[in-house]
């Protein structure tokens, strides 16, 4: 399908807006273009997604609330390192604005005569926010639809989290039944999407014996699913066996949803770190080790592997990239400036807090010392505007582990007060209003720690996350 004229003047002007962005105001210009050519194109989404679809390269579509961005783009680094050229929103820029700018940017010139630009890729690996995930999918018809997890998100934009469930799953639906679904095994609520449907289907996740955890009562961090998403009805989370729950079961007595088996799961981490994760029907064995830290982190991967292998990517391409993948600036990012280890974590939810508290105080005792922490905390619309969900969050449990604070951004009296009541002494919070000098600050808190290991780490929302960079990189 041949680009219309107008859509090659299109692209003409997106290079334009984005050569001014980033060479005089010194910005990445991802999305602001796309912002401009669709107020003067109502249609251009629609004419660069129909003339994708036609090209023919294989779609991923990857959504979820926490943890796409690192599957996404551990899929697409996998693929251009065994010689593909991929379309891919790297950045993060998972709305629509920032999709279309991905898809614009893949376009190349190929001279004056015949088509004059032409989409260059192999695959096509698109992160797409969950609230927009049926409008994507509808425009984009994906091969491969992968879910990393559900979980409440900014309840004041999108409600309930089992209602995005339920429009992605009914989004799935009206897609071909040849779409194969990559799902996790042990999440309820992304689980479900392949509920009942009779797609080709992928599940991932991870052995009982790899994650064991004694006297565990009730509710558990792996899921927001209380009831069962098909009938109502009270899940049960967790299988007992010889005084341990296996958080990686879960079963609805009255109707009978259940866990799949996973295809492909993680067995163990030995002492080095290394993951053996097996392919379920042939026994096949892939380990690998991975370049981030977190077990979160360890599920993102086996999403990522489960897709690679689908397409027949070389293990041992894929081995090298999971050990030396490095994320992009934000949602997970480390640096070092000048002897202190700087690392960046995007928190947005009570889940995806939760784990990165677990993740940085992880092995801390007396030899190591608390962390010292910014919070970089605000209610701007892409942040979201209730602010309540941070009383979910188990500060409590992490507490004893967390050395000083900082604390900026729009709504800090917030977070003090929530801190104050996990049992935080008030006199090792401090609120600095201005960003630039939170920043300072902590890094000072860094510099004096009494190890040669000396880290700190800064946690921002979302618009802080963006307004950090100038002071970071």
């Known amino acids: 399908m041949l680009l219309k004229t107008k859509n090659k003047a299109e692209i003409i002007l997106y ?49 979820g609330t926490n943890g796409k961005t690192t599957t996404a783009n551990l899929i697409a680094e996998a693929l251009r390192a065994s010689g593909k050229n991929v379309c891919s929103n790297s950045n993060g820029a998972n ?63 999108y409600g309930e989290v089992n209602s995005t469930v339920f429009e992605i799953k009914k989004a799935v639906k009206n897609l071909s039944g040849r779409v194969l679904l990559v799902l996790p095994s042990f999440e309820p609520l992304a689980a479900f999407i392949g509920y009942g449907l009779n797609n080709p289907k992928i599940y991932y996740g991870f052995d009982k014996s790899f994650f064991k955890c004694g006297n565990i009562s009730g509710r558990t ?83 990522a592997y489960s897709v690679l292998k689908h397409y027949k990517i070389d293990g ?17 990012f480390k640096k070092n400036i000048k002897d202190v280890e700087v ?29 010292d922490i910014l919070f970089a905390f605000s209610d701007r619309d892409a942040d979201g505007k209730d602010v309540s969900w941070i009383w979910d969050v188990e500060f409590e449990k992490y507490a004893e582990n967390i050395g000083r604070i900082i604390i900026t951004g729009l709504r800090p009296f917030d977070l003090a007060l929530r801190l104050k009541a996990a049992g935080i002494d008030k006199d090792d919070i401090e609120v600095e209003r201005n960003l630039k000098k939170s920043v300072e600050k902590i890094f000072l808190a860094g510099k004096r720690q009494d190890s040669q290991d000396k880290k700190i780490f800064i946690l921002p929302t979302y618009t802080e996350l963006l307004k950090l960079k100038k002071y970071i990189m």
Not at 227 to 234: E, I, K, L, Q
Not at 245 to 263: M, Q, R
Not at 344 to 371: C, H, M, W, Y
């Open 15 to 63: 290079v334009f807006l984005k050569f001014i962005l980033n060479k005089i105001f010194k910005r990445e210009g991802d999305v602001l273009p796309s912002y401009i050519l669709k107020k003067i194109d109502g249609n251009i989404f629609d004419d660069f997604a129909n003339n994708v679809v036609s090209y023919g390269a294989p779609v991923v579509l990857v959504t």
């Open 95 to 157: 709305m629509p604005n920032g999709i279309l700018s991905a898809i614009i940017g893949a376009y190349k010139f190929a001279g004056f005569t015949g088509d004059v630009f032409k989409f260059r890729a192999d695959y096509i690996i698109i992160e797409t926010d969950e609230k927009v995930f049926p409008y994507i999918s509808s425009k984009l018809k994906p091969d491969v639809v992968v879910v990393t997890n559900f979980y409440r998100d900014q309840l004041d934009r």
């Open 221 to 303: 961090g792996m899921s927001d699913a209380f009831t069962c998403p098909d009938c109502g009805n009270v899940l049960f989370v967790g299988d007992e066996s010889n005084g341990n729950i296996f958080l990686t079961e879960f079963k609805c007595e009255k109707c009978g949803f259940a866990n799949s088996n996973p295809d492909i799961y993680a067995k163990y981490r030995d002492a080095g770190g290394n993951i053996k994760a097996i392919t379920g029907e042939t026994g096949e064995n892939f380990e690998f080790k991975t370049a981030l830290t977190g077990d979160y982190n360890i599920a993102n991967h086996l999403a």
């Open 316 to 332: 041992d391409i894929v081995k090298y990239t999971f050990g030396n993948f490095q994320t992009k600036f934000g949602r997970s």
């Open 343 to 371: 690392n960046i974590d995007l928190v947005k939810n009570p889940a995806g807090f939760n784990s990165v508290l677990e993740k940085i105080t992880q092995g801390r005792g007396k030899d190591s010392g608390p962390v």
